[in-house]
């Protein structure tokens, strides 16, 4: 059983930035690949971006590359989503998730999933 407590969502302006963490606990970390997805009012949830156990494999949906990134410290059991050049379609839930098959962009892959935290951009 791994836990995951998503924080440091909130509201930034259009073109600031924002950094969100995702605090694992429970059986080890470092066994799992990470995931981003989020959810946007009347929308389907979607992926985000990923990363390997080791953190040396990451994975950026196209609408964020370039501009969000994915990372992980094992040593904290914390993976973390760097959120730069932020735009208002990026209002959204953002959940992350952990995956013991690898990485996935399909959410059905992954195992254990956070509450959510949100981010609003305004314009």
């Known amino acids: 059983q791994v836990q995951l407590v998503e924080s440091g969502g909130g509201l930034v302006q259009a073109g600031g930035s924002l950094s969100i963490s995702c605090a694992a606990s429970?059986?080890?970390?470092?066994?799992?690949?990470m995931g981003w997805f989020r959810q946007a009012p009347g929308k389907e949830r979607e992926f985000v971006a990923a990363i390997s156990w080791s953190g040396g494999g990451t994975y950026h949906a196209d609408s964020v590359k370039g501009r969000f990134t994915i990372s992980r410290d094992n040593a904290k059991n914390t993976v973390y989503l760097q959120m730069n050049r932020l735009k208002p379609e990026d209002t959204a839930v953002y959940y992350c998730?952990?995956?013991?098959?690898?990485?996935?962009?399909?959410?059905?892959?992954?195992?254990?999933w956070g509450q959510g935290t949100q981010v609003t951009v305004s314009s």
């Open positions: 998730a952990a995956s013991i098959v690898g990485v996935a962009g399909d959410e059905d892959k992954y195992d254990y």
């Open positions: 429970g059986h080890t970390f470092s066994s799992y690949a």
